[in-house]
Structure formats: C-alpha cells, structure tokens
C-alpha cells in the first residue's frame, strides 16, 4: 500500500513539473530567418506567429512568388528552432521514463 501512495505522490509532481514546464514553453520565442535575413519571423512556444519583418527591397511585383516562399521557408526555420527548444525542455522532465522514439510532448 505504502508504493502506491508513493507512486501517486510522484505523479502528482510529475504532474505539476509538466504543467509548469508547458508554461515555460508557451513562453518561449524561436525568431526563423530566410533569403540572408531579408525575412524574418518569430513564432511563440505553441507556434503562432507574433511578428514577421520583411525587408523593404523584396517588394517588387515580379518579386512576389519569391517573397511568399522566404515566409514559408522563415516560419519553417522559427518552428523548427521552437520545437526543439521544447524538446530540450521535456527532455530533462521525462528522463528515465520509457517513452517511446517520436512520442511528442506536452500533449
């Protein structure tokens, strides 16, 4: 009986520790750059964009199809930057448990 009283104790810390480390990544910001730095994007923890800075000499009508893959490509590189970010941080959390290859969290 004491196990299962421990065991429920450690859930409950492991419960709060990935609550406050899903707040920890909510919090994060990952900027993604394209085309030498002429577009830029920073994405939040959760990856919603919050900003995106193109640079004034890319607004040219026969520039646009260009343009629009450097956003592409910029909100692919903040994502990236984001998601491994988080990775880290759950990496320390769950160290020991057997989770399997590819399982993401926080859910």
């Not at 030498?36 to 000499?57: A, F, H, R």
């Amino acid at each position: 009986m004491r196990d299962i009283m421990g065991m429920m104790g450690k859930v409950k810390e492991m419960q709060a520790k990935m609550e406050k480390m899903q707040a920890e990544i909510a919090e994060l910001h990952a900027e993604g750059k394209s085309g030498g730095g002429l577009v830029n994007v920073i994405l939040n923890g959760k990856g919603e964009m919050q900003s995106l800075k193109i640079d004034p000499s890319l607004f040219k009508e026969d520039d646009v199809e260009i343009l629009e893959d450097l956003i592409v490509a910029a909100h692919k590189d903040a994502k990236d930057k984001a998601e491994a970010a988080a990775a880290e941080k759950t990496k320390a959390l769950t160290a020991g448990l057997p989770i399997p290859p590819g399982f993401k969290m926080p859910f």
